[in-house]
């Protein structure tokens, strides 16, 4: 093998290739972390809102976990 | 038998595993990846015909198969979620689509580029490239159905109903390459018998496989945290885990 930067002249195909699959890769943790904060931060606003809204003395939270 | 089904169905259950999985799914991902592309970008040898622009296989291939393999994960995840109405399966199937449509374009565009020096073209119309083609369109359509309802239970059903119809195009992409005259090579590795790829070239590539399929479980295991989040906001448990005073067990 003539090394990385020399593959018989298709230096430019492999880095491209490789990169966008880099770039999927990369973008799909960044992208689902993102996502996770995003929810958790507007689920946590939504709470909030909701709270306020309460009269005072009333229970916090309804329903239980489960499907 | 069906209790730890059952129990694995169980959102705070499934939350607190998610959040553990993805861990430890990912740490061998990141190590398979970095051991594959060091075995398939220098320990490899060149491909007699092809030289070293061959070694686009390490990420299409991949690619491609993870392509199918989370589209298949969808549906049968939607068909659970409409027969059992579990909505955690729902929650498991929407989570999947823009994996699966972020390594749809990554098969095209990395064929793409390896066709262009073996064909002689980016593109052609040709049965493999057109069905995976198809397949992008269909992650398109399944997250832009969803995105059309207001109400979630209705945009879970309606999706889940594209997603098992749309089920039919996987098939045709595997064997599109036997059952038409295709400019597409042939399968390379299902041929169990004898394999049309020497072990030196194999080994970098089935731990390529190996590591997109770990990555793809653990970001799976990180976007499904967000929708069980979304869904059980009504929960004692899930208000619990959002104020961060999370029950035991969930985290």
């Known amino acids: ?67 | 038998m069906w209790t730890w089904f059952f129990r694995l169905a169980s959102p705070p259950h499934f939350y607190a595993l998610a959040g553990r999985l993805s861990t430890w799914l990912l740490a061998p991902a990141a190590v398979l990846l970095v051991i594959g592309t060091w075995g398939g970008l220098i320990l490899a040898p060149p491909d007699y015909q092809q030289g070293d622009a061959f070694r686009i296989i390490y990420v299409h291939v991949p690619s491609a198969y993870l392509s199918m393999l989370i589209y298949v994960t969808m549906a049968v995840a939607g068909a659970i979620g409409l027969i059992w109405r579990m909505k955690l399966a729902h929650a498991v199937a929407a989570s999947c689509a823009p994996i699966g449509a972020s390594f749809t374009f990554a098969a095209l565009v990395t064929g793409a580029v390896w066709g262009k020096p073996m064909w002689g073209t980016y593109w052609e119309w040709d049965p493999r490239l057109t069905s995976e083609l198809v397949l992008l369109f269909l992650y398109f359509g399944y997250m832009g159905l969803r995105g059309a309802f207001e109400n979630l239970t209705q945009a879970d059903r309606a999706s889940a109903v594209l997603a098992i119809a749309g089920v039919v195009n996987v098939p045709i992409i595997h064997f599109s390459v036997i059952w038409w005259a295709s400019l597409h090579q042939g399968p390379t590795l299902s041929k169990l018998e004898a394999p049309s790829i020497s072990g030196d070239m194999l080994w970098p590539l089935l731990t390529m496989i190996l590591a997109f399929t770990f990555f793809f479980l653990g970001v799976l295991a990180m976007r499904v945290r967000a929708e069980v989040l979304e869904r059980e906001v009504q929960s004692r448990w899930a208000q619990d885990v959002l104020r961060g005073a999370s029950p035991v067990g969930v985290n």
């Open chain 1, 1 to 67: 093998m003539g090394g990385i930067l020399g593959m018989e002249g298709y230096t430019g195909y492999l880095v491209v290739a490789w990169g966008v699959t880099a770039l999927v890769v990369i973008g799909n943790v960044v992208a689902a972390r993102r996502q996770f904060r995003r929810t958790q931060a507007r689920l946590r606003q939504q709470l909030e809102r909701w709270s306020s809204r309460r009269p005072a003395g009333a229970r916090q939270v309804q329903g239980a976990a489960g499907d």
